[in-house]
């Protein structure tokens, strides 16, 4: 397994920009696909982003394609999310999530997970 660790969450005005991080460990990164995921209170965790292990293939949900761009460098072991034109409805925790032998957009596609990093959006 690998560990993962997410930063970059905050307070943000709508129509602002993040970037979040997820710092991995333990195993070669790039041998995992990762995603990205978010749970708002009182919801199920929610699919955001994924991208391969190769950095070729890229998805993203509706509700924040062309918004979102999802990221990695595997030199640095890292992943990245970049959220532009944030609505409060983007409010949430947000998961980085990675799988060696699985891509996909659900949660059952990943094996590894962060403890997550706050994202709340004001109106």
């Known amino acids: 397994q690998v560990q993962l660790v997410e930063s970059g969450g905050g307070l943000v005005q709508a129509g602002g920009s993040l970037r979040l991080s997820c710092a991995a460990s333990?195993?070669?990164?790039?041998?995992?696909?990762m995603g990205w995921f978010r749970q708002a209170p009182g919801k199920e965790r929610e699919f955001v982003a994924t991208i391969s292990w190769r950095v070729d293939r890229t998805y993203y949900a509706d509700s924040v394609k062309g918004r979102a761009t999802i990221s990695r460098d595997n030199a640095k072991n890292t992943g990245y999310l970049q959220m532009n034109s944030l609505k409060p409805e983007d409010t949430a925790v947000y998961y980085c999530?990675?799988?060696?032998?699985?891509?996909?957009?659900?949660?059952?596609?990943?094996?590894?997970w962060g403890q997550g990093t706050q994202v709340t959006v004001s109106s």
């Open positions: 999530a990675a799988d060696s032998t699985r891509w996909g957009t659900s949660t059952a596609d990943f094996g590894s």
């Open positions: 333990g195993r070669t990164f790039s041998s995992y696909a």
